[in-house]
């Protein structure tokens, strides 16, 4: 039998018929107390481990994610080796467009410029705290992106500038006065100072003779708009003046016929007129002039004397 007597706990032993005092009784009763509770937790864990988690402590969701973690990790460096492949292949655009840009007459874009843009233009908010965080594979991947992303932009604004360039040139050059209006001698001395054949008198000869029979073809030298198609009045005869745009201007004078109207557009190789001996002339040939913003121009500079006329028009009407 136990008693408490004064904070002390005493049992009666019926062997000796005496009364004992056990010490440290309440220490004793929390030390099995708490080994019983401790003892039957470690029992509970182990059949919980051994019975598959019945009681969902969340043991298989720490080595599904520590399995995931991996997974993702080798996904991130995979996704590294393709980043890389995509830089290779970014440096290959730059490469190319560079060709592109010299052929279209553009300058190389320039370092300044790629290195701004290669700053990067994705701001990721949390790309920063990645390194600190422990993720180091992850922030080399944000780091890469940014980067590309900014070398995108730039390929992608080079481009654009190509192929805008690319077309200014494709009219531009159409509209050039570059073919040879009418088959026939010329001299490449014929621009500039000369005596005049008429008035004996030395003046500037502000075009080109091309000497022919009346009743050569003449052919536009370049796309435009027909300016004036009438008689000039004076020295030149029958005249034609065509508007190429871009500042060129072409005229056509001492035309035997006129085969074309003011306003009409016309391309480069479109039969205009036929040769004559109109005006102040003491032979049949054709006078041609090139003006770049009003300033004449020596015509022989824009010639490509191994395209004839026809052979242009057979060429386009192959197209």
Known sequence: MFRTRNKKTYYYSGNNLQVHEIKWFRAKLAGVIIGSVVGCIILLLVCNHIYYNFLNLGYGKISVLQQENKEMQAQILNFNSKIEELQSMLSSLDQQGGKLRLLVDLDPVSNDIKMAGTGGSVVYPNSGS??????????????????LSGEVKIQEQSYEQILKKYEFN??????????KPMEGYYSKDGFGLRMHPVLGIFKKHEG??????????VYASGNGIVEMADHSGGGYGNVIVLNHGYGYQSLYAHLSKILVHEGQHVKRGDLIAKSGRTGLVTGPHLHYEVRLNGVFQNPVDYFFDDVTAQEYREKISSR
């Open 208 to 217: 080109l003779d091309i000497i022919n029979d009346v009743g050569t073809p």
């Open 130 to 147: 990645l390194e600190e965080n422990g993720n180091p594979v992850l922030a080399n991947a944000v780091t890469t992106i940014e980067q």
């Open 170 to 179: 494709k009219t531009y050059f159409e509209a050039l006065p570059a073919l």
